[in-house]
């Protein structure tokens, strides 16, 4: 069964203070993951797409891998605006217009 | 900013009410979905259109019904809806194409059922 699983649930972490979101995944031929930030009471933003392992993608703060099962969202020196809860999703190789999402981390950065 | 609108942004509707969600895209995407979200829960696809046809229902009950006129509307009409319903529905387009096919989120509407 097609499966995505994303750690930790929550994390809390200081301004400035460096760490890594994990998304690891299970399906039977990945097209692609995606990350979204989704902010309380809005739809989720898109910021990244990977399709292949070794792909990584950088935005501002973020930066994201992929390896064969899991990916990873970096962020670096954070701010208090990063705070929001981040969701990876996976597309399989039988349906393009399906993806699976996962539970999300929700990231809280004190300032 | 997104590009994909939806209205309105609050319903509140009584368990014998009709009412219907709606979603426009000016992307030329050619295929739109509809997602629903508990709080703190992921959202969980319900319907895809791809082409303007229905090509993903995820059994969801028949109270809720998608509509989709042209290729930049999408609608979702309710219909004796269960306070369980309550949720932010998302709507979301896509090129539709195999790759390269990443979907994009409206704000979402916020359903309140009493």
């Known amino acids: 069964e097609d499966q995505v699983t994303q750690s930790p649930e929550a994390l809390r972490l200081q301004e400035g203070e460096s760490s890594s979101l994990n998304c690891s995944y299970t399906v039977s031929g990945l097209r692609g993951l995606f990350w979204y930030r989704q902010d309380p009471g809005k739809g989720p933003e898109f910021l990244f797409t990977?399709?292949?392992a070794g792909e990584e993608k950088e935005k501002e703060r973020l930066k994201a891998t992929l390896t064969k099962k899991e990916s990873f969202l970096h962020i670096t020196a954070p701010k208090p605006e990063d705070s929001a809860t981040y969701l990876c999703?996976?597309?399989?190789?039988?349906?393009?217009?399906?993806?699976?999402f996962g539970s999300g981390t929700k990231l809280n950065v004190k300032p | 900013d997104t590009e994909v609108t939806q209205t309105p942004k609050h319903l509140v509707m009584g368990m014998t009410n009709k009412k219907s969600l709606k979603c426009e895209q000016h992307?030329?995407?050619?295929?739109m979905y509809w997602y629903k979200q508990k709080a703190k829960k992921p959202p969980e696809l319900m319907f895809v259109y791809s082409y303007e046809k229905l090509s993903i229902n995820e059994s969801v009950p028949s109270r809720f019904s998608p509509e989709c006129p042209n290729s930049s509307l999408l609608n979702l009409h309710l219909h004796a809806l269960q306070p369980e319903d309550s949720a932010l529905y998302l709507c979301?387009?896509?090129?539709?194409?195999?790759?390269?096919?990443?979907?994009?989120f409206g704000e979402g509407s916020w359903l309140t059922v009493v």
């Open positions: 990977l399709y292949s």
């Open positions: 979301a387009s896509s090129q539709g194409r195999i790759s390269g096919n990443t979907i994009y």
């Open positions: 992307m030329g995407h050619r295929a």
């Open positions: 999703a996976v597309q399989a190789m039988e349906n393009f217009n399906k993806f699976y």
